[in-house]
């Protein structure tokens, strides 16, 4: 018996991005739901009329993109449950191919409760900002600790890990996957295009919100989960938070002082140089992409003091948007 599949896709506002992503799964799944947060654009009427099942969600609560996966499994759950769920985000067009390659990999291995391949950039040559997401997604196949929210799941594994986590606003697929690990799940990335992402990040603002969303996700997932992404955040206390803070002091009270920052984040933009050029990056582009992610320490500090801020005042976590 062929092995079904139902699709969860999530979006806001997302316009033609869904429209391609809707698109992309006509024929290709027992079920097709659309999860959308709240948008002001014609996405609701179009997933419609492209045949999708959809789930609106209500204002009472944040909006967030574990929220909306969450809610569309809720859905899937008032039929019959397929063998797996795909889980995808509106502005990704999935290649075809990927679904019955992904089945056929579950199939193959009751252990991997989650299948993940390759998102790649549609158009990484628009901007250094969608540039940057490419290379973020280009990860290595084989076992994996974490994957990004496009990802072929296992019912049971789902349950067992208890879903998405709706008050995670960030890095909520890392958070899922950590819980799914725990439960003694397999997680596997295989050496196949799985979707076209379109980033659509034109403007130094919207890479900014990102980095900030990013480190929320840091400081979020990391205190529901420790130790995962200390490492990360060690980083960014340090060249986000303690190197400025230095160097306001030495303008204040040593104003020579400066010359050592500017050494501390030399350093840095070097070391990050030298790992792009020795995973194979070309040296201009490397060049670019190494002055982002050095800079990207000071929205990720923002994003951590955020979610901590917002911790303590025991304040709801607000989805930080982009886009």
Request: hydrophobic share 40%; proline share 4%; with cysteine.
């Given at each position: 018996?062929?092995?079904?599949?139902?699709?969860?896709?999530?979006?806001?506002?997302?316009?033609?991005?869904?429209?391609?992503?809707?698109?992309?799964?006509?024929?290709?799944?027992?079920?097709?739901?659309?999860?959308?947060?709240?948008?002001?654009?014609?996405?609701?009427?179009?997933?419609?009329?492209?045949?999708?099942?959809?789930?609106?969600?209500?204002?009472?609560?944040?909006?967030?993109?574990?929220?909306?996966?969450?809610?569309?499994?809720?859905?899937?759950?008032?039929?019959?449950?397929?063998?797996?769920?795909?889980?995808?985000?509106?502005?990704?067009?999935?290649?075809?191919?990927?679904?019955?390659?992904?089945v056929a990999t579950m199939?193959?291995?009751?252990?991997?409760?989650?299948?993940?391949?390759?998102?790649?950039?549609?158009?990484?040559?628009?901007?250094?900002?969608?540039?940057?997401?490419?290379?973020?997604?280009?990860?290595?196949?084989?076992?994996?600790?974490?994957?990004?929210?496009?990802?072929?799941?296992?019912?049971?594994?789902?349950?067992?890990?208890?879903?998405f986590d709706d008050t995670?606003?960030?890095?909520?697929?890392?958070?899922?996957?950590?819980?799914?690990?725990?439960?003694?799940?397999?997680?596997?990335?295989?050496?196949?295009?799985?979707?076209?992402?379109?980033?659509?990040?034109?403007?130094?603002?919207?890479?900014?919100?990102?980095?900030?969303?990013?480190?929320?996700?840091?400081?979020?997932?990391?205190?529901?989960?420790?130790?995962?992404?200390?490492?990360?955040?060690?980083?960014?206390?340090?060249?986000?938070?303690?190197?400025?803070?230095?160097?306001?002091?030495?303008?204040?009270?040593?104003?020579?002082?400066?010359?050592?920052?500017?050494?501390?984040?030399?350093?840095?933009?070097?070391?990050?140089?030298?790992?792009?050029?020795?995973?194979?990056?070309?040296?201009?582009?490397?060049?670019?992409?190494?002055?982002?992610?050095?800079?990207?320490?000071?929205?990720?500090?923002?994003?951590?003091?955020?979610?901590?801020?917002?911790?303590?005042?025991g304040k709801s976590m607000?989805?930080?948007?982009?886009?």
């Open positions: 018996m062929t092995p079904t599949v139902a699709v969860i896709a999530i979006g806001r506002n997302e316009g033609a991005r869904l429209e391609a992503c809707l698109t992309s799964l006509q024929g290709k799944t027992a079920r097709l739901i659309y999860v959308d947060s709240g948008s002001v654009d014609n996405s609701v009427a179009y997933a419609r009329m492209a045949g999708a099942e959809v789930v609106e969600l209500t204002a009472d609560r944040p909006f967030t993109a574990a929220r909306a996966r969450r809610e569309g499994y809720e859905q899937l759950q008032s039929g019959e449950m397929p063998d797996y769920v795909q889980f995808v985000d509106g502005d990704c067009i999935v290649a075809d191919g990927w679904i019955n390659a992904a199939e193959d291995d009751p252990t991997l409760g989650l299948v993940t391949g390759w998102r790649r950039e549609i158009h990484p040559d628009v901007s250094v900002y969608n540039d940057l997401c490419h290379d973020e997604w280009d990860r290595p196949a084989g076992e994996i600790e974490t994957c990004g929210g496009d990802m072929m799941v296992r019912p049971a594994a789902y349950s067992e890990a208890g879903g995670v606003i960030a890095a909520e697929d890392d958070e899922f996957c950590v819980r799914l690990r725990r439960e003694g799940w397999e997680m596997q990335r295989i050496p196949r295009e799985m979707t076209r992402h379109d980033a659509a990040m034109l403007r130094f603002g919207q890479w900014w919100q990102r980095a900030v969303r990013s480190g929320h996700g840091f400081a979020q997932v990391g205190y529901m989960h420790p130790p995962y992404f200390e490492r990360e955040q060690k980083r960014v206390v340090i060249y986000g938070g303690a190197v400025p803070l230095l160097a306001l002091l030495f303008w204040m009270f040593w104003p020579f002082g400066l010359w050592i920052i500017a050494a501390i984040y030399a350093y840095n933009y070097i070391r990050t140089l030298q790992g792009l050029r020795a995973k194979g990056m070309a040296t201009a582009r490397a060049g670019r992409h190494a002055v982002f992610l050095t800079l990207s320490k000071l929205p990720n500090f923002i994003g951590m003091v955020t979610f901590h801020r917002r911790r303590l005042k607000q989805i930080i948007e982009y886009k």
